[in-house]
Structure formats: C-alpha cells, structure tokens
C-alpha cells in the first residue's frame, strides 16, 4: 500500500476529492492504481494513518472514500537530534538525511565544524530537496512525524547546557565507551554530534568538554561519518 504525507486536507472525512496534480499523476500514471485500490494518508499532526480506497478516477482528480483509521504510536518518547557536521560531498547530505530519518531522529543541525566545508553551496532549491527527500523516507518509513532541518554556521554550546549532548570522538583517551553510558538516566532531549570526514580538532573537542558534553569512543575503528549511526542510534533508543 503506497502512503503519502497530506498536511492540507481534514483526513477525518468519510470522503475526499484528490486534485492535487504530483498526488493524481503518482497515483495513476507512476503507481497504475485502480478502483477498488487502498492508499494511507497521513499528516503530522498525529500519530495516525488514514486508510482510503479509490471509488472513482476521472481527468480532474480521485475520489476516495475513508476505510478505516490506524493507530500509528511508534515514535520515540524523547527528543533525538543529529548535529552534523558537513560532510565533503552533497550527496552525504542527501544519503544522512535518509538512513537517519528512519531511525527516529526528530531533527537534523547540520554545522559547519573547523573541518568541514562552508556553507557557500546552500541554496534555498537544495534545502527544499534536502525537505522532500526527509518526507520520501518518512513516508516509506511509516513514521508520523515529520523531522525539522536546519543549517548552521556555528554551535553555540551555552544554548544546550540543559540538555544531554554526546559527541563522538576518534580517540579513547579521557573518553567513555558507548556501552558504559547509562541512557536510563538521560533527559528528552538528547543531542549527538557527529565528527567531520577529519574529526573534531583539538579546540573544538575542548569546547565540548568545557560546555560538559559527553565524550565517547565507540571502537579502534574510524567509521564515516555518515555511518556512525549504525552503531549510535541503536544502542541508545533501545536503551532509553
């Protein structure tokens, strides 16, 4: 069954004339529906799918009739956010952006770190996709919440001192392993910072420590950047 974000129609409605062109060309010409086919609509306001099967196709739109409503309570109880530093080449943006929504994250900050590229490149067609691609994978996800995405230029580590922030580092010295944090104990609004293709330098390590961030080496092994969630997400959301 094909599911598409809708955050501009009351989906409580028995009955719905579908008009919008991207919806009625995917539905007809990409996905060759017929009459009688179901389809799930969904809008971020809550934690529900509503299941709607098409009674008839003509030129100006679809008319779908409501064939029940499913509980979709699957998110996590806790804020999760990615603070990303850039990565070298866009589709790294692209390929985080991704993977991470389907893990639950419910925000992405992408940062420029001291080895990280600028932002010279950000243009507001490239963030529009960057929203699309987060929309593609929620829908193919089946998750009900929409995450945010912002670019940044700088931390500003003051603003997060009430929150739990962890920042991944290459090195074991004066650093806890994963496995030893204990996530029970954390707060709802958990923050993990992702190091560059190059790692955190030695300044902004010191600033991360200064500010109390948590310190942590996952293994020996130098993971990508756009990797590192494999190990992270999993342990701490089965954890919390």
């Known amino acids: 069954m094909q599911r598409f974000y809708i955050n501009y129609l009351e989906l409580w409605e028995k009955n719905l004339f579908l008009e919008e062109a991207w919806l009625v060309h995917q539905l007809v010409k990409v996905l060759r529906s017929k009459n009688w086919d179901e389809l799930s609509l969904f809008n971020w306001k ?3 799918d509503y299941i709607y099967k098409i009674v008839n196709i003509e030129k100006r739109g679809i008319f779908v009739d409501l064939v029940k409503v499913e509980n979709r309570d699957w998110e996590i109880d806790f804020e999760l956010s990615l603070y990303q530093s850039l990565p070298n080449k866009l589709d790294k943006i692209e390929y985080i952006i991704q ?4 893990v639950w994250f419910t925000k992405f900050i992408f940062f ?10 950000l243009t507001d067609s490239k963030i529009e996709r960057f929203k699309k691609i987060i929309i593609e994978a929620v829908e193919q996800s089946w998750r009900t919440i929409i995450p945010e995405i912002e670019f940044i230029k700088k931390i ?4 997060l001192k009430e929150e739990k922030n962890i920042f991944f580092h290459t090195e074991d010295n004066n650093s806890s392993l ?6 029970s104990t954390f707060g709802n609004n958990i923050n993990l910072f992702v190091w560059p293709e190059w790692g955190f330098d030695d300044k902004e390590v010191a600033e991360f ?3 109390n961030f948590s310190r942590v080496h996952l293994w020996n092994r130098i993971l990508r950047t756009e990797t590192t969630w494999i190990v992270t997400w999993f342990y701490i959301v089965q954890s919390k």
């Open 156 to 159: 500003d580590s003051s603003t």
């Open 99 to 102: 993977k991470w929504v389907e």
């Open 209 to 211: 420590e200064e500010s």
């Open 46 to 48: 809550e934690h529900k």
């Open 112 to 121: 420029r770190s001291n080895r990280s590229q600028e932002l010279r490149w």
């Open 178 to 183: 994963i496995k030893n944090l204990d996530i």
